[in-house]
């Protein structure tokens, strides 16, 4: 499969990649893929011609060539990649955008991945563990949260009253036991 042109060089990855979506099954037998957006709006992944694809650190650089809507997902086109074997071959790799490509959040909104590894403390003081993923339910976010046991925080503004990305806490209205 050939990567975009400017992989060919072998161009060093941007050590600001955050993983944006996941590449699922093929699509097809002309080299499409299922592309799964960790983002509120699938589409979004459209506004990039090229993304990085990888997986346990290495990543090379794909040209986006076709994208569509498909079902909750979306499915995608990469430009080399001309059938279904050569598909297969890029399934459960990451798909990920420099952080310098990215818009810049909103205030009091974040992108997953800046909340991955923040250490989780209660109004009470107590460490809860730190954020290990975050899921998505149909009403809202939840953090998963790792310590002593494993905790399903929602992400909403009653609960989570403070995100402190410089000090890498969140401050959250959940009692120790709950």
Known sequence: MKPSSAAKTNPMPPT???PMAKVGSPFGVRGWVHVFADTEY????FDYDELWLGRDGVWRLYTLEEAQLHGKG???KFSGCEDRDQAMMLRNMDVAIPRSDLPKPDEDEFYWADLIGLEVRNTQGETLGTVDS??????????VVKG???RLIPFVRDIVL???NDAKVIEVEWGSDY
């Open 162 to 164: 403070n995100v402190d």
């Open 148 to 150: 002593d046991r494993q």
């Open 16 to 18: 600001d990649l955050v």
């Open 134 to 143: 975050l899921m998505e339910s149909g009403a809202h976010d939840i953090l």
């Open 42 to 45: 699938p589409d979004s992944l």
């Open 74 to 76: 979306m499915v995608a």
